[in-house]
């Protein structure tokens, strides 16, 4: 069965370091989304990416947040400048459709841990 | 105002019994999507069972039931003969008819005791 695959699972940086999180999404795929859950909290939205661009975001995807798809298949969340609240599992999810009815299928998860 | 509210933070289920976890949703638009999603300790969320707005039944999938009272505005899942392996973060998320985002609610650990 396909499934989006997130590298790495666990990443461990100093605060102030950038980071990259990777996704290579589900490849028939148009949508794609991070997600980010703070310890014992909600899933929280950050973005969505469409056809090249981002379609929504949310007021936590600040200037210090910023995604690519460099390649045709990766899609990437890259964090600047990391501050100690960006600890949290950070999901990538992809989407065939915007309907309605449309899943979005998650990956693992990449934890993130700014110490 | 919250999108999704789950007011259980965790419940417990005698194996075999089932289960009803609550989810009530906000929203102005008459056109949504009301999702249920599991988090096992593993920590992927996979996608359990979709409720639509205009949808006149409620909807199953094998052991999965949702539980739509829309003029309540809820749309709370069952999980009926209940496995261990059901034991997980559940939760219910909503995408609105004009965005493509998933609003989650803060989800409901469920345990199932043998």
């Known amino acids: 069965e396909p499934e989006v695959t997130q590298t790495p699972s666990h990443q461990v940086t100093q605060m102030g370091q950038e980071v990259i999180l990777r996704c290579v999404p589900i490849?028939?795929?148009?949508?794609f989304y991070w997600y980010r859950q703070i310890l014992g909290q909600k899933v929280e939205f950050l973005v969505s990416?469409?056809?090249?661009?981002?379609?929504?975001k949310s007021e936590i995807f600040d200037d210090q947040f910023s995604v690519e798809r460099p390649d045709g298949s990766n899609f990437t969340l890259k964090i600047r400048s990391t501050k100690l609240e960006d600890s949290a599992m950070y999901f990538c999810?992809?989407?065939?459709?915007?309907?309605?009815?449309?899943?979005?299928?998650f990956g693992q998860g990449t934890r993130l841990t700014v110490v | 105002a919250q999108k999704i509210t789950q007011t259980q933070p965790g419940m417990f289920v005698q194996e075999k019994e089932a289960v009803t976890l609550d989810c009530t949703y906000d929203?102005?638009?008459?056109?949504?999507?009301l999702f249920w999603y599991k988090q096992p300790s593993s920590g992927e969320m996979i996608f359990l069972i979709y409720?639509?707005?205009?949808?006149?039944q409620n909807a199953t999938e094998g052991r999965y039931s949702l539980n739509f009272q829309k003029a309540r505005k809820s749309a709370n899942l069952v999980i009926s003969a209940s496995q261990l392996g059901d034991s997980a973060m559940y939760f219910c998320?909503?995408?609105?008819?004009?965005?493509?985002?998933?609003?989650f609610g803060t989800g409901t650990s469920l345990t199932v005791i043998p």
């Open positions: 929203t102005s638009d008459q056109s949504y999507g």
């Open positions: 999810a992809s989407s065939e459709a915007a309907v309605l009815r449309t899943e979005a299928f």
């Open positions: 490849s028939n795929h148009l949508y």
């Open positions: 409720q639509g707005s205009y949808d006149e």
């Open positions: 990416f469409y056809n090249n661009e981002i379609s929504e």
């Open positions: 998320a909503m995408r609105e008819g004009g965005g493509n985002q998933f609003y």
